[in-house]
Nanobody, 125 residues
């Protein structure tokens, strides 16, 4: 499956953005779809994930209550709604997907085979 991430941009602290991840080549059915982010000089960091079939969602503690991951009924698009953005949320955000991620590996970037190209999120203070 190929992934296309979009929706990044420049926003003031406290603002909102919605990222989209569109699948091509097949649908997300049976996959775990997630988002990672990477700031300059930092490791890639887990943000959120959703089990496509069960709609179970998982979040990093740093974004709980502010970010929401969701899925479309069309089985080809996942979203990351980001509210109350902080300067520390600024990073390149990557959409990821895999069809065999076990619970203990959800936050590991190596558990995901498919990666989108990344979309830049900049938060001004």
């Amino acid at each position: 499956v190929q992934l296309q991430a979009s929706g990044g941009g420049l926003v003031q602290a406290g603002g909102s953005l919605r990222l989209s991840c569109v699948a091509s080549g097949r649908t997300f059915s049976g996959y775990t779809v997630g988002w990672f982010r990477q700031a300059p000089g930092e490791e890639r960091e887990f943000v959120a994930a959703i089990r496509w079939s069960s709609r179970s969602t998982y979040y990093a503690d740093s974004v709980k209550g502010r970010f929401t991951i969701s899925r479309s009924n069309a089985k080809t698009t996942a979203y990351l709604q980001m509210n109350s953005l902080k300067p520390e949320d600024a990073a390149v955000y990557y959409c990821v997907a895999d069809n065999s991620v076990i619970y203990s590996d959800l936050i590991s970037p190596t558990a995901y085979e498919h990666w989108g190209q990344g979309t830049q999120v900049t938060v001004s203070s």
